[in-house]
Antibody, heavy 120, light 107 residues
Framework: QVQLVESGGGVVQPGRSLRLSCAASGFTFSAYGMHWVRQAPGKGLEWVAVISYDGSSKYYADSVRGRFTISRDNSKNTVSLQMNSLRAEDTAIYYC?????????????WGQGTLVTVSS | DIQMTQSPSTLSASVGDRVTISCRASQRIPSWLAWYQQKPGKAPKLLIYRASSLESGVPSRFSGSGSGTEFTLTISSLQPDDFATYYCQQYNSYLYTFGQGTKLEIK
């Protein structure tokens, strides 16, 4: 069965960096685009970034562009999110999720999320 | 960027009720719309994609309709398990966006 397991969350000071990882299993990882979506405490869902199946295309929400970098390693079935220059407003649960199909598509499987807290 | 606006923000209903949640896109997205259900402390779950296609395993009391800029999620007869928050999401462009959510509460 499809599994997505995020790791790397924690408490970090404003301005510092953090790297999240998502380990995937149960599907052909190299065939699907992968996303990061976040949810601030008590708030709604915010799409963060997507990477294409082969890593050649990457897109970001305006709120993180230039600070966050998404990447993937198809040999290890992992997708990562490098977060630099963190701000208090980046505090959220970060979920990784997979595309349902090739091309732009909804997100059919999600991980359980990892909490990032940006605080001094 | 495409903005998604859901209404209402909160909906109070009883078991057995028929409920409708609306989602409006700031520009045309043909049928590239999905609906998700989220329960407290859990990841979102895909319910509907391509505006009206039911995801495998999702009960048939859930249905979606609409195209262009106006979309609707309908639950035909509310069950206790359906009280949750619902989000629409557009995937017409590579900058995906979610609606702000509709919390479905027990009346």
């Amino acid at each position: 069965q499809v599994q997505l397991v995020e790791s790397g969350g924690g408490v970090v000071q404003p301005g510092r960096s953090l790297r999240l990882s998502c380990a995937a299993s149960g599907f052909t990882f190299s065939a699907y685009g992968m996303h990061w979506v976040r949810q601030a405490p008590g708030k709604g869902l915010e799409w963060v970034a997507v990477i294409s199946y082969d890593g050649s295309s990457k897109y970001y929400a305006d709120s993180v562009r230039g600070r966050f970098t998404i990447s993937r390693d198809n040999s290890k079935n992992t997708v990562s999110l490098q977060m630099n220059s963190l701000r208090a407003e980046d505090t959220a649960i970060y979920y990784c999720a997979k595309d349902k199909a090739v091309g732009w598509s909804p997100l059919d499987y999600w991980g359980q999320g990892t909490l990032v807290t940006v605080s001094s | 960027d495409i903005q998604m606006t859901q209404s209402p923000s909160t909906l109070s209903a009883s078991v057995g009720d028929r409920v409708t949640i609306s989602c409006r896109a700031s520009q045309r997205i043909p049928s590239w719309l999905a609906w998700y259900q989220q329960k407290p402390g859990k990841a979102p779950k895909l319910l509907i994609y391509r505006a009206s296609s039911l995801e495998s395993g999702v009960p048939s009391r859930f249905s979606g309709s609409g195209s262009g800029t106006e979309f609707t999620l309908t639950i035909s007869s509310l069950q206790p398990d359906d009280f949750a928050t619902y989000y629409c999401q557009q995937y017409n462009s590579y900058l995906y966006t979610f609606g702000q959510g509709t919390k479905l509460e027990i009346k």
